[in-house]
């Protein structure tokens, strides 16, 4: 069997509280069950996955205990990292122990335009993000920022880069920045197609001038956050489980379709 890839995002729901423009989550994801993740959970640690990334969807408004899968796949062994848009995390997220690494979202230091990009009706999202920057400040935990990089914003990246080499400077710790190209897939990139799809060749430009211009930071091109050599996607879509990209998803071996088949005797230590 070919080794899976090192790292699992897992779109743990698809339900989200807010409304991106270039959301790239499909309506046709369900809602894993606690046991359902768990499972999960078991089959990569047993595949040899090193790092597992809970998205959705936000994973904070999972319908089940997410701190507890948090918990249990660092039981496990996994660097557990949570991809999310910074609203429901809880009071002393910054101290979370079954938490590695979070990974927000920054689309431009113009408050304007990512708001616009990313809708909150409740607050400004960007206010959100960086009270949360400001809390991981200085706790020695890392943090992953991560731009969908669109027609809107293409003039506000160098600011971003800015910001994040002064976080970094005083006391922050960024792990990476992912620059993500805006594809038109999803509930939300469907829709705005129009707007923000830039050219391949544009995007490419723009991305290796960043890297060339801020040798201090680590910086991934993502020209199809569908497709990595490191990465596979885990979600369930009417009942399957199914591994891959959202828009070319394959189901798992049969065996993962149905998850309390998995070992039910070390999932029912588990639970």
Not at 15 to 40: G, I, K, P, W
Not at 253 to 259: C, D
Request: hydrophobic letters at 40%; aromatic letters at 10%.
């Amino acid at each position: 069997m070919i080794p899976l890839p090192p790292i699992a995002v897992i779109f743990l729901t698809s339900r989200c509280n807010m409304v991106c423009r270039f959301c790239a989550t499909d309506n046709s994801v369900s809602s894993m069950t606690f046991e359902e993740a768990l499972a999960l959970l078991l089959f990569l640690k047993k595949e040899k996955v090193s790092c597992v990334v809970f998205g959705g969807g936000e994973p904070f408004v999972w319908k089940h205990d997410f701190l507890l899968i948090t918990q249990k796949a660092k039981e496990m062994g996994f660097v557990v990292q949570v991809g999310t848009n910074g609203i429901s995390m809880p009071d002393g997220f910054e101290n979370i122990d079954s938490i590695d690494r979070y990974v927000l979202p920054i689309d431009s230091m113009d408050a304007a335009i990512h708001n616009h990009l990313r809708n909150y009706p409740k607050k400004e999202h960007l206010s959100i993000i960086l009270e949360r920057l400001e809390k991981l400040r200085g706790t020695g935990r890392s943090v992953t920022i991560s731009t969908v990089v669109n027609r809107t914003n293409l003039e506000n990246l160098p600011e971003i880069a800015n910001f994040l080499h002064n976080y970094n400077h005083d006391g922050g710790l960024v792990h990476a920045w992912h620059l993500y190209r805006f594809i038109p897939e999803g509930r939300g990139g469907r829709l705005s197609a129009g707007q923000l799809a830039i050219d391949l060749e544009i995007y490419h430009q723009v991305c290796d001038e960043l890297k060339r211009k801020n040798p201090h930071l680590v910086i991934y091109k993502r020209p199809n956050m569908y497709s990595s050599k490191t990465v596979d996607f885990y979600w369930y879509s009417k009942h399957k489980l199914m591994v891959g990209s959202q828009p070319f998803g394959r189901p798992v071996r049969s065996n993962l379709s149905e998850p309390m088949a998995i070992e039910r005797s070390l999932l029912s230590e588990l639970l």
